[in-house]
């Protein structure tokens, strides 16, 4: 969904690999490619394994919702003891890859659990970082369901601005 937004906004998107680890997600993912509902492209199921060697220069952005569990009000917010934690792989898959932007969607509970780490990796990568919290509702959703979005763009080292998070 949050590639669909991305075009919406105005960005064309041309995806060249979909990862996602849950089985019915990746059912799902599969069911919307041959409704012609989303581009076509290989799905990787591990974000573990992935070679992101193969992908370096090939992709300027990477778009993604890594699980929220470790973060979530509704779970027990265990942020990097949880198994399911999986910051430290995109990481490593950005720094290989070396996109020009990421955009990433996580729980608002994410703000207070892990993004300090998130935000800082990113900058350390030279990436310009700016986040927010959005809800459903303000764009006519009947709930509210809030959730933080991270935006990084790649700029040069002479306009790296300097503030902390």
Not at 28 to 48: F, H, Q, R, Y
Not at 99 to 118: A, I, K, M, Q, Y
Not at 140 to 153: N, T, V
Request: with cysteine; proline share 6%; glycine share 10%.
């Amino acid at each position: 969904g949050l590639e669909l937004g991305i075009e919406r906004a105005g960005t064309p998107i041309q995806p060249i690999v979909y990862v996602e680890r849950e089985a019915y997600a990746a059912a799902n993912l599969v069911e919307k490619i041959e409704a012609g509902k989303m581009a076509s492209a290989p799905i990787w199921t591990d974000v573990k394994t992935f070679p992101a060697q193969q992908f370096r220069g090939k992709i300027h952005g990477i778009v993604g919702g890594y699980p929220c569990q470790p973060f979530s009000q509704a779970g027990k917010r265990q942020g990097e003891k949880d198994e399911r934690h999986l910051w430290n792989y995109i990481r490593e898959h950005i720094e290989t890859i070396q996109p020009l932007w990421c955009f990433f969607e996580n729980v608002s509970g994410h703000l207070t659990l892990g993004f300090r780490e998130v935000f800082t990796s990113l900058r350390e990568m030279g990436f310009a970082v700016e986040a927010g919290l959005f809800t459903a509702a303000e764009v006519g959703a009947p709930h509210k369901r809030a959730r933080l979005f991270i935006l990084a763009h790649k700029l040069p080292n002479a306009q790296m601005p300097k503030f902390q998070c």
